[in-house]
């Protein structure tokens, strides 16, 4: 037994119960009458005291229970404590599901309101501790939220405030719903530390319980016990037209043409006609409507596939900006009726080809349809200014042949012979006579390029680190390989061309056009502007304080860039276009779309069928099923206090 | 200021005329016969020479032959004396109490006593008896002696209308007095509550005499009869002052009833043993009732 705060119970006592002892003895107040005699008064007194020993005794009774009341209330304000075992109930883990099909509006206001509101009353549900027991077994619970990723909003608590505060906060998203990570770091939460684990985590296994639509893409690859998850199905409705890709190119050729390409999916039981309607930096640019025609279910496998169209728009747009094809009628779910694609102003390259002398390589170059070739010596390569070239990015992509200098800027590379040092590369020695044995024809540097008969005398052999992307291998060693290093990407060749018959064949040519064309893509050294939900913004070499990331939702987010220039927005939860702004350089955007077509199928799932079992839907809907009764008693006692005062002062009377 | 003349209080204040009328036809009786002084009309055992007949005796030689029934005699050939009562006149003594207890009560004790007296003295008066009437708190305070006709009406109720009830009482020393006072024979009437700290025995054995028929009447207000309190009281002896701390409760008034009831139950009993008569008077009551009603059927009235 502790006592917490022992002296501040002494000192009341010591104030207290003097107190109260002089209070019992004073006199009471008492109403003066006149009688005629007080004789026989004071005989009825006498009497009375004389025949009614029991109260004396009653009275003694009364301070007695009063004293005990009092040392009751002082022992409670000196706060003792026992040190109990004290487990806690039942334990559930509350999976939400976030992602964009919760989003759907078939359960108003939203799915996911829906199931915030469900869980809610699953809350208010579960069993609170009893305050005046001590070995009580409160219900704990903790929440967490999930599409990819799973986030824990709470953890396990009995306080249901606090609960109800968590599921409060989860924000809608318009992510994947994958319960894998989910279910790991509910089980993670869920063992309790310590050495204790085997006795009691046998019978306080927590349960899950998940509200969700059912559409979640990985259960198949997820074991559970038997009764360790119940699933609470939310939403009703399946009808629901989405885009599920869209992609825009400028053609290599005529860089002023834009091609739009975009695959509308009909997941409803009935054909409809839509309008597709496309945008550029917010005009109009074309409408078309299109029938998508019906869902079906597939005889075979009993999956519903839905009904799919394609629409193509080509457009004439010189200049970059932020492109929008959006489905005009409104539907249950709407993070899917749009997607953004960002353009990038057409673009010829301009080459830097640093070589000592390869008039080969230089005509093969000025075939392909670029900008400027400038050729360069490595001495003059070196005499360059390196910051000039960062800031500026004055050359798209640098060919270096047979030069390797020490140190290079970001830029794209295309490099014969010798391997620039610091990539992981090492070339322990030469090789003579290699033959192409194998090459990756649907890659697309070697799109229609057929290196059969492409034999090197002389070349170099390369030991890639392991994230390099082989394109195609000699007998004994890689010949063609794509890395990205330090914000640089190199398309390493490891012969010199003049010491092969490369020259001579009709895909090196192809083959050049291809890796310039591929070069010209890694735009930003690797940077992509257009992401899928919950992917990152990253930026590079950043040379100011902050950054500006403006979401779709016209908030603003300040970014810090880390010292070495580089800065990360991770949060692209909604989709929409994302603006940068970065000091000193024109507004960046970012397209981040939903595209999934697992997503945009809304049909709630009635079971779940993991790996080892099947989950059915719960069919009753969660109600309030714990009531604590402790407030009718409280008013019942204060009622029957009440009662207890008038029948006490009533029978006084008499 | 110009001196008022006092007004004289009206026996038609205590009395109304209607029960006067019924009172003058009563007259007051004593259960032992009296000797009195004067010739008046009332029978004692003494056979003496008056003129109610009485009774027969046979005569015998050396009687006197005045006294001879002759229609008797001429019936039975006997000769026969009459027999006559003497009668005698009757003192009534009328104490009351005016001491502060009496002044309690709704309606008030001594307004029932005064006009109990007024009732009583009335009928002594009417029927030429004497009567002396003494107030009393501690020891008597006022006295009216002597009085006999219908004259002393209006002094008899001057002085019940102008004493106002206050004062300690002292019954010992009242009876001790009024005994000393009493000549002759006659009746004495005691009225007060009989709520006397220091207790009524000795009091009252001086007033009992081989002369004197003794009436007690304790008039007691409906308040000390049932009293209706509640609560926490301190109740203060009007005359002494004396306070008594009570709770009331079921239990407390039922000790107290219980206590009234043997009070008056022991005041009977006393009374019963010395050949007294008890009455015990509510002042809530009629006074009309207790003259006509009940006083004559304890016979002090007839």
């Given at each position: 037994?502790?006592?917490?705060?022992?002296?501040?119970?002494?000192y009341?006592?010591a104030?207290?119960?003097?107190?109260?002892?002089v209070?019992?003895?004073l006199?009471?107040k008492?109403?003066?009458?006149?009688?005629?005699?007080?004789?026989l008064?004071?005989?009825?007194?006498?009497?009375?005291?004389?025949?009614?020993p029991?109260?004396?005794l009653?009275?003694?009774l009364?301070?007695?229970?009063?004293?005990?009341?009092?040392?009751?209330?002082?022992l409670?304000?000196?706060?003792?404590?026992?040190?109990?075992d004290?487990?806690?109930?039942?334990?559930?883990?509350?999976?939400?599901?976030?992602?964009?099909?919760?989003?759907?509006?078939?359960?108003?206001?939203?799915?996911?309101?829906e199931?915030?509101?469900?869980?809610?009353?699953?809350?208010?549900?579960?069993?609170?501790?009893?305050?005046?027991?001590?070995?009580?077994?409160?219900?704990?619970?903790?929440?967490?939220?999930?599409?990819?990723?799973?986030?824990?909003?709470?953890?396990?608590?009995?306080?249901?405030?606090?609960?109800a505060?968590?599921?409060?906060?989860?924000?809608?998203g318009?992510?994947a719903?994958?319960?894998?990570?989910?279910?790991?770091?509910?089980?993670?939460?869920?063992?309790?530390?310590?050495?204790?684990?085997d006795a009691?985590?046998a019978?306080?296994?927590?349960?899950?319980?998940?509200?969700?639509?059912?559409?979640i893409?990985?259960?198949?690859?997820?074991?559970?016990?038997?009764?360790?998850?119940?699933?609470?199905?939310?939403?009703?409705?399946?009808d629901?037209?989405?885009?599920?890709?869209m992609?825009?190119?400028?053609?290599?050729?005529?860089p002023?043409?834009v091609?739009?390409?975009?695959?509308?999916?009909?997941?409803?039981a009935?054909?409809?006609?839509?309008?597709?309607?496309?945008?550029?930096?917010?005009?109009?640019?074309?409408?078309r409507?299109?029938?998508?025609?019906?869902?079906?279910?597939?005889?075979?496998?009993?999956?519903?596939?839905?009904?799919?169209v394609?629409?193509?728009?080509?457009?004439?747009?010189?200049?970059?900006?932020?492109l929008?094809?959006?489905?005009?009628?409104?539907?249950?779910?709407?993070c899917?009726?749009?997607a953004?694609?960002?353009?990038?102003?057409?673009?010829?390259?301009?080459?830097?080809?640093v070589t000592?002398?390869?008039?080969?390589?230089?005509?093969a170059l000025r075939?392909?349809?670029?900008?400027?070739?400038?050729?360069?010596?490595?001495?003059g390569?070196?005499?360059?200014?390196?910051?000039?070239?960062?800031?500026?990015?004055?050359?798209?992509?640098?060919?270096?042949?047979?030069?390797?200098?020490?140190r290079?800027?970001?830029?794209r590379?295309?490099a014969?012979?010798?391997?620039?040092?610091?990539?992981?590369?090492?070339s322990?020695r030469?090789?003579?006579?290699?033959?192409?044995?194998d090459?990756?024809?649907?890659?697309?540097?070697?799109?229609?390029?057929?290196?059969t008969n492409?034999f090197?005398?002389?070349?170099?052999?390369?030991?890639?680190?392991r994230?390099?992307?082989v394109?195609?291998e000699f007998?004994?060693?890689?010949a063609?390989?794509?890395?990205?290093?330090?914000?640089?990407?190199?398309?390493l060749?490891?012969?010199?061309?003049l010491?092969?018959?490369?020259?001579?064949?009709?895909?090196?040519?192809?083959?050049?056009?291809?890796?310039?064309?591929f070069?010209?893509?890694?735009?930003?050294?690797?940077?992509?502007?257009?992401l899928?939900?919950a992917?990152?913004?990253a930026?590079?070499?950043v040379?100011?304080?902050?950054?500006?990331?403006t979401?779709?939702?016209?908030?603003?987010?300040?970014?810090?860039?880390?010292?070495?220039?580089?800065?990360?927005?991770?949060?692209?939860?909604?989709?929409?276009?994302?603006?940068?702004?970065?000091p000193?350089?024109?507004?960046?955007?970012?397209?981040?779309?939903?595209?999934?077509?697992?997503?945009?199928?809304?049909?709630?799932?009635q079971?779940?069928?993991l790996?080892?079992?099947?989950?059915?839907?719960?069919?009753?809907?969660?109600?309030?099923a714990?009531?604590?009764?402790?407030?009718?008693l409280?008013?019942?006692?204060?009622?029957l206090?009440?009662?207890?005062?008038?029948?006490y002062?009533?029978?006084?009377?008499? | 200021?110009p001196?008022?003349?006092?007004?004289?209080?009206?026996?038609?204040?205590l009395?109304?005329?209607?029960?006067?009328a019924?009172l003058?036809?009563?007259?007051?009786l004593?259960?032992?016969i009296?000797?009195?002084?004067l010739q008046?009309?009332?029978?004692?055992?003494r056979?003496?020479?008056?003129?109610?007949?009485?009774?027969?005796?046979?005569?015998?030689?050396?009687?006197?032959l005045?006294f001879?029934?002759?229609?008797?005699?001429?019936?039975?050939?006997?000769?026969?004396?009459?027999?006559?009562l003497?009668?005698q006149?009757?003192?009534i003594?009328?104490?009351v109490d005016?001491?502060?207890?009496m002044?309690?009560?709704?309606?008030?004790?001594?307004?029932?006593?005064?006009?109990?007296t007024a009732?009583?003295?009335?009928?002594?008066?009417?029927n030429?008896?004497?009567?002396?009437?003494?107030?009393?708190a501690?020891?008597?305070?006022?006295?009216?002696?002597?009085?006999?006709?219908?004259?002393?009406?209006?002094?008899?109720?001057?002085?019940?209308?102008?004493?106002?009830?206050?004062?300690?009482?002292?019954?010992?020393?009242?009876?001790?007095?009024?005994?000393?006072?009493?000549?002759?024979?006659?009746i004495?009437?005691?009225?007060s509550?009989?709520?006397?700290?220091?207790?009524?025995?000795?009091a009252?054995?001086?007033?009992?005499?081989?002369r004197?028929?003794?009436?007690?009447?304790?008039?007691l207000?409906?308040?000390?009869?049932?009293?209706e309190l509640?609560?926490?009281?301190?109740?203060?002896?009007?005359?002494d002052?004396?306070?008594?701390?009570?709770?009331?409760?079921a239990?407390?008034?039922?000790y107290y009833?219980?206590?009234?009831?043997a009070?008056?139950?022991?005041l009977?009993?006393?009374?019963?043993?010395?050949g007294?008569?008890?009455?015990?008077?509510?002042?809530?009551?009629?006074?009309?009732?207790?003259?006509?009603?009940?006083?004559r059927?304890?016979?002090l009235?007839?």
């Amino acid at each position: 037994m502790q006592w917490l705060t022992p002296l501040v119970g002494l000192y009341a006592a010591a104030v207290a119960i003097p107190l109260l002892l002089v209070l019992y003895f004073l006199k009471l107040k008492r109403h003066e009458m006149l009688v005629s005699s007080t004789l026989l008064w004071k005989r009825a007194v006498q009497d009375l005291q004389v025949n009614a020993p029991f109260q004396k005794l009653r009275r003694n009774l009364l301070l007695l229970l009063q004293l005990l009341a009092l040392i009751a209330m002082l022992l409670a304000l000196a706060g003792p404590m026992m040190a109990l075992d004290k487990g806690p109930g039942q334990r559930y883990v509350i999976l939400i599901d976030r992602s964009a099909s919760m989003n759907a509006t078939d359960v108003a206001p939203s799915r996911l309101a829906e199931a915030r509101k469900q869980a809610k009353i699953f809350v208010e549900s579960l069993r609170g501790g009893a305050a005046v027991s001590l070995r009580d077994r409160a219900d704990h619970a903790m929440v967490i939220a999930f599409d990819r990723h799973a986030k824990v909003m709470c953890n396990f608590t009995s306080d249901r405030r606090q609960l109800a505060a968590a599921i409060d906060a989860i924000e809608a998203g318009d992510g994947a719903s994958q319960l894998g990570e989910a279910v790991t770091v509910a089980r993670a939460f869920a063992q309790p530390a310590g050495g204790e684990a085997d006795a009691s985590s046998a019978e306080a296994r927590a349960k899950l319980v998940l509200f969700s639509d059912g559409r979640i893409r990985d259960v198949e690859t997820i074991v559970l016990a038997q009764d360790e998850l119940a699933f609470h199905r939310i939403g009703q409705a399946q009808d629901n037209v989405a885009i599920t890709a869209m992609k825009a190119r400028r053609s290599y050729e005529q860089p002023e043409q834009v091609e739009v390409f975009a695959s509308l999916a009909n997941y409803g039981a009935e054909a409809v006609t839509r309008d597709v309607q496309l945008g550029v930096n917010g005009n109009v640019r074309a409408v078309r409507s299109v029938t998508v025609p019906a869902c079906q279910t597939d005889a075979d496998s009993a999956t519903p596939v839905p009904g799919k169209v394609a629409v193509n728009f080509s457009l004439a747009h010189n200049g970059e900006g932020v492109l929008e094809v959006r489905q005009l009628t409104a539907d249950a779910l709407t993070c899917d009726d749009a997607a953004w694609g960002v353009l990038e102003p057409p673009k010829r390259l301009s080459v830097l080809l640093v070589t000592e002398g390869n008039p080969v390589l230089e005509s093969a170059l000025r075939a392909c349809p670029i900008e400027r070739l400038d050729p360069c010596t490595p001495a003059g390569f070196e005499a360059m200014d390196r910051a000039l070239f960062s800031m500026q990015n004055a050359y798209d992509v640098i060919v270096l042949d047979n030069h390797a200098p020490a140190r290079l800027p970001r830029c794209r590379y295309l490099a014969f012979g010798a391997v620039p040092s610091g990539l992981d590369v090492n070339s322990p020695r030469e090789l003579e006579s290699q033959m192409i044995v194998d090459w990756r024809a649907r890659h697309p540097v070697l799109q229609h390029v057929n290196l059969t008969n492409l034999f090197a005398a002389q070349t170099r052999m390369l030991e890639l680190p392991r994230d390099a992307d082989v394109l195609a291998e000699f007998n004994e060693s890689p010949a063609l390989a794509v890395l990205h290093r330090r914000g640089s990407t190199f398309l390493l060749a490891g012969f010199d061309v003049l010491q092969s018959n490369w020259p001579f064949e009709p895909s090196f040519v192809l083959f050049c056009y291809n890796a310039l064309n591929f070069l010209a893509t890694q735009a930003g050294g690797g940077e992509q502007h257009e992401l899928s939900v919950a992917e990152p913004i990253a930026l590079e070499s950043v040379s100011a304080k902050t950054v500006t990331v403006t979401c779709p939702d016209a908030s603003e987010v300040e970014v810090r860039p880390d010292p070495g220039g580089s800065a990360r927005f991770p949060a692209t939860y909604r989709v929409g276009v994302y603006g940068v702004d970065i000091p000193d350089e024109p507004q960046r955007f970012y397209a981040v779309n939903l595209l999934d077509a697992e997503e945009s199928d809304i049909a709630p799932r009635q079971e779940i069928s993991l790996s080892n079992l099947t989950v059915a839907a719960e069919t009753q809907a969660i109600e309030r099923a714990n009531v604590p009764l402790w407030p009718v008693l409280v008013l019942a006692a204060l009622v029957l206090a009440c009662a207890e005062w008038l029948a006490y002062n009533l029978k006084a009377r008499i | 200021m110009p001196a008022t003349k006092p007004t004289t209080r009206k026996l038609t204040e205590l009395l109304d005329a209607k029960f006067m009328a019924r009172l003058d036809s009563l007259d007051v009786l004593s259960r032992k016969i009296l000797q009195g002084k004067l010739q008046g009309e009332r029978r004692s055992k003494r056979r003496g020479q008056s003129v109610e007949f009485a009774d027969h005796r046979p005569y015998v030689v050396g009687d006197d032959l005045r006294f001879v029934d002759w229609n008797i005699y001429g019936r039975l050939e006997h000769l026969f004396l009459k027999l006559f009562l003497e009668e005698q006149d009757l003192t009534i003594h009328l104490l009351v109490d005016t001491s502060a207890s009496m002044g309690m009560g709704e309606p008030a004790k001594a307004l029932f006593a005064k006009r109990l007296t007024a009732a009583l003295g009335y009928v002594s008066l009417v029927n030429n008896n004497r009567l002396s009437i003494s107030l009393f708190a501690d020891g008597l305070r006022t006295q009216l002696t002597h009085m006999r006709g219908r004259n002393y009406l209006p002094q008899m109720a001057e002085m019940l209308l102008t004493t106002e009830c206050d004062g300690f009482s002292d019954f010992e020393k009242a009876c001790r007095d009024a005994a000393t006072s009493r000549i002759g024979s006659g009746i004495t009437i005691v009225i007060s509550d009989f709520l006397f700290k220091q207790g009524y025995d000795a009091a009252l054995r001086r007033l009992i005499g081989a002369r004197y028929d003794l009436y007690v009447i304790q008039v007691l207000s409906p308040q000390e009869i049932e009293p209706e309190l509640g609560g926490d009281l301190k109740l203060r002896d009007i005359e002494d002052g004396d306070a008594a701390e009570i709770t009331v409760s079921a239990a407390l008034l039922k000790y107290y009833r219980r206590n009234l009831a043997a009070y008056c139950a022991e005041l009977n009993g006393f009374c019963t043993r010395r050949g007294a008569v008890y009455v015990r008077a509510n002042s809530a009551d009629s006074v009309e009732s207790l003259v006509l009603n009940y006083l004559r059927r304890v016979r002090l009235l007839r």
